[in-house]
């Protein structure tokens, strides 16, 4: 069975940069688009970027143009790169596996904090 760890979160201030990681075990994500969600407190998990099987990226609005969802299939690993952070950043950051055939999601990870203030 396919399990997700995601790293990298952290305390960093508004303006600055962080690297996630979402590692894959059990099985290679090669065949799967990979996503981002984050969850603020007190509000639902939302999606934030995903990057499909053959490269192609989208954003939500909030994050265009400051983050980037890259993948390496050969390291089962996906990542998003974080810049220009704001304190609305601030969530717990999921990633996930979408089947491309019927677009259902995998298991979640336990996530990992992201939180940006001064």
């Known amino acids: 069975q396919r399990q997700l760890v995601e790293s990298g979160g952290g305390l960093v201030q508004p303006g600055g940069s962080l690297r996630l990681s979402c590692a894959a075990s059990g099985s290679g994500i090669s065949i799967y688009a990979m996503a981002w969600y984050r969850q603020a407190p007190g509000k639902q998990r939302d999606f934030v970027a995903r990057?499909?099987?053959?490269?192609?990226?989208d954003y939500a609005d909030s994050v265009k143009g400051r983050f980037t969802i890259s993948r390496d299939n050969a390291k089962n690993t996906a990542y998003l790169q974080m810049n220009s952070l704001k304190p609305e950043d601030t969530a717990v950051y999921y990633c996930n596996t979408i089947s491309e055939r019927n677009y259902s999601l995998g298991s979640w990870g336990q996530g990992t904090q992201v939180t940006v203030s001064s």
């Open positions: 990057i499909t099987t053959g490269g192609s990226t």
